[in-house]
Nanobody, 124 residues
Framework: QVQLVESGGGSVQAGGSLRLSCAASVTVYCMGWFRQAPGKEREGVASISFGGRTAYTDSVEARFTISSDNAKNILYLQMNSLKSEDTAMYYC?????????????????????WGQGTQVTVSS
């Protein structure tokens, strides 16, 4: 069983930055960030594969950066140039297993473990 705990959310003005962190109870190699705004479906934001390849949804490309520190079992999401439409609950997710040659995925059903979420609110 993998436990994931997110932190780093908060309120920020448009154009500002936040860095989210996700602490995992064990080392995991394929992880992602998702978000869900009120009344909307959960959306894949960014993911990182076993080999360190990354994928982003179009709306955050060039603004958000996903990274991981495997030595500390921590996943990060650096969010810059935040917009009001980035307001959502952000969730960290991890796959139970993955291969070294697998691609990063933004599909929620591919992930087995989820954190409780951290709220990000961007005011314009």
């Amino acid at each position: 069983q993998v436990q994931l705990v997110e932190s780093g959310g908060g309120s920020v003005q448009a154009g500002g930055s936040l860095r989210l962190s996700c602490a995992a109870s064990v080392t995991v190699y394929c992880m992602g960030w998702f978000r869900q705004a009120p009344g909307k479906e959960r959306e894949g934001v960014a993911s990182i594969s076993f080999g360190g390849r990354t994928a982003y949804t179009d709306s955050v490309e060039a603004r958000f950066t996903i990274s991981s520190d495997n030595a500390k079992n921590i996943l990060y999401l650096q969010m810059n140039s935040l917009k009001s439409e980035d307001t959502a609950m952000y969730y960290c997710a991890a796959k139970e297993w993955c291969t070294a040659w697998g691609d990063p995925t933004l599909t929620a059903s591919s992930y087995n473990y989820w954190g409780q979420g951290t709220q990000v609110t961007v005011s314009s």
